[in-house]
């Protein structure tokens, strides 16, 4: 049973998509419309394989900046989350400095941080570390303060010290906020380090996007695309893949369903 | 036990008032009272008189605006970590198994975690949880998750068990199945118990003496030591002293009312 409507999730999601493709390609056909303007499906998957080892080889550095980006990024979140949280005041003080960091976009700070930091990889992980750190930190703050309030009178009438209420109550508690900021951090850096390599750089599929089109290769540049939806996808399902493994506790809402009833 | 030796807690002339609306807002009223080593004493009162409240300043979590609080022989007033404690709410840590709930609780009163984690899985064995010991608490039943909470408390080194109703959420059924589980296992272990209950069938079944509360601003209206004898029946409300006692404590509940609408 409870297969049966896991299927149905997945199967609903992947049919549309197909049906899109599929009106996609039939209108390029039909309207023969330019490549140039809107290549058809069919004709970016073979420019896709056809240049693959290229693809495989950005992709991958891609990667692996955006994965620095978001441990740097994950860490400051967590370490400017318990910051706020077990030193009071100051939240106060630097949140302003924070939501200032937050509104420049990032077009305009990223030829900044270069003219400070030059070509190299400091600027670039700068931008991505200003993008990744805020959705985990206020998520986590979130959850730090949010621990049931029964827990902390228990933990407070048996004299328990301000260390086992973070370790024993309050981290545990901000897991689930904590992992909802790093589903949004794994969005946002793949966006944010595609800007990165937009702004400069020799590698990466961002610096591909940007050669191909500035040629006019409209296929190359959904070649691209392509790659990094799959990228931003990948990194929002290892997100959730770790906040299942790490949130074990919780009884399971979903997913036993049927199996319980039979 | 001897009359002489002093009482595990002592509380004299405490009183506590909270600021509301820009006014004073008395609760507790030169509350005096005390528990012996080995003895299970309940405090009894309309809820909302400030029993969770008076909780709060034994363990230290708040200060009283006047009086002291003894524990263990020593003036504790405004200090943490003198006893455990039993809340309504079964408490248990949902990302903790069974029995790190109870050795984490024992580590935190200054138990080395390998005795914590024996004396947990033991004594889960012994009152027949040894099955789910390494489950989370979500799998257990509001009456297994409070048998949990209670031994965690019993097993805290600690002068005083504070229980603070803790069977006020469960059903009848359940609730007399715990009281008689409780009953033996204190009268087997003897530990120093201050009971909150607004039950006064729970009170006379389980305590050596009670303590009746007014209604808010609370202040001790009697003591009353309960005369049936130990190791007690859980059927000792069918005894003719069970049903004078309980009726002496009721009308004391309600004159106090009363005298709280005259006013
Ligand atoms: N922190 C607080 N601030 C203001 N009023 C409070 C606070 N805590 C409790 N009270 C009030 O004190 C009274 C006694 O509460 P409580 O001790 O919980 O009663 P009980 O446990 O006997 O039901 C209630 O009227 C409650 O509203
Ligand atoms: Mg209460």
């Keep these: 049973m409870a297969s049966k409507t896991g299927w149905r999730r997945a199967l609903l999601p992947a049919g549309t998509l197909v049906l899109f493709v599929l009106v996609w390609e039939a209108c390029c056909r039909l ?7 809107l290549p058809a499906p069919s004709s970016i998957a073979r420019h896709m394989a056809e240049d693959a080892p290229r693809l495989a080889g950005q992709l991958w550095f891609t990667l692996r900046l955006a994965l620095k980006g978001v441990g740097l990024g994950v860490a400051f979140g967590v370490a400017a989350a318990l910051l706020f949280h077990l030193i009071p005041g100051v939240r106060a003080a630097l949140s302003p400095i924070i939501i200032i960091t937050q509104n420049i976009p990032l077009i305009a700070l990223g030829p900044l941080l270069i003219v400070w930091f030059g070509f190299g990889l400091l600027p670039k992980l700068i931008l991505l570390v200003l993008v990744c750190f805020f959705p985990v930190a206020w998520s986590m703050l979130a959850g730090l303060g949010q621990a049931e309030p029964h827990l902390r009178e228990y933990l407070a009438m048996i004299g328990a010290s301000r260390w086992e209420v973070l370790r024993r109550l309050e981290l545990p508690a901000s897991l689930p906020s904590f992992f909802t900021g790093l589903k949004l951090t794994a969005t946002y850096s793949v966006t944010a380090v595609i800007v990165a390599e937009w ?3 020799s590698e990466g599929i961002g610096h591909y ?32 893949l770790l906040e299942r493994l790490a949130i074990r506790w919780r009884p399971r809402r979903t997913a036993p369903q049927g199996g319980k009833s039979a | 036990m001897s ?29 005096s009272l005390h528990v012996r080593e080995g003895e299970f004493v309940t405090l009894i009162g309309p809820s909302g008189s400030g029993k969770s409240t008076l909780f709060r300043l034994i363990g230290g979590v708040e200060r009283p605006d006047e009086g002291t609080v003894r524990i263990g022989g020593r003036e504790t007033t405004g200090e943490r970590g003198h006893i455990s404690y039993m809340p309504q709410q079964a408490s248990l840590f949902p990302w903790m198994s069974v029995a790190a709930n109870i050795s984490s609780a024992l580590t935190t009163a200054g138990v080395g975690a390998a005795e914590a984690a ?14 789910v010991a390494k489950e989370y608490p979500h799998v257990l039943s509001g009456g297994m998750q409070q048998r949990v909470s209670f031994l965690r408390a019993l097993l805290m080194p600690r002068d005083v068990m504070c229980l603070d109703e803790p069977f006020a959420a469960l059903d009848a059924l359940t609730r007399a199945d715990m009281q008689a589980w ?49 190791p007690r029946r859980a059927d000792v409300w069918k005894e003719p002293a069970f049903v004078r006692l309980k009726e002496e404590v009721l009308e004391l509940l309600q004159k106090g009312a009363e005298a709280e609408h005259a006013l």
């Design chain 1, 31 to 37: 309207l023969r419309v330019d490549p140039w303007i």
């Design chain 1, 199 to 201: 702004l400069g750089a």
């Design chain 1, 209 to 240: 996007l940007v050669l191909k089109s500035k040629g006019y290769d409209t296929e190359g540049v959904f070649s691209a695309l392509i790659c990094i939806v799959a990228l931003a996808l990948a990194f929002y399902g290892a997100a959730a």
């Design chain 2, 3 to 31: 009359e002489l030796a002093e009482p595990k807690l002592e509380l004299q002339a405490v009183s506590k008032s909270y600021v509301r609306d820009k006014r004073p807002y008395p609760v507790l009223d030169r509350i």
């Design chain 2, 118 to 131: 024996r004396l947990a899985s033991q004594w889960l064995e012994r009152i027949g949880l040894g099955d």
């Design chain 2, 182 to 230: 409780l009953l033996d296992l204190w009268e087997a272990e003897r530990r120093s118990v201050l009971f909150v209950t607004h039950s006064i069938e729970e009170a006379l079944t389980l305590s050596d003496r009670l303590y009746v509360l007014s209604r808010g601003p609370a202040r001790v209206l009697r003591e009353i030591a309960v005369p049936f004898p130990r």
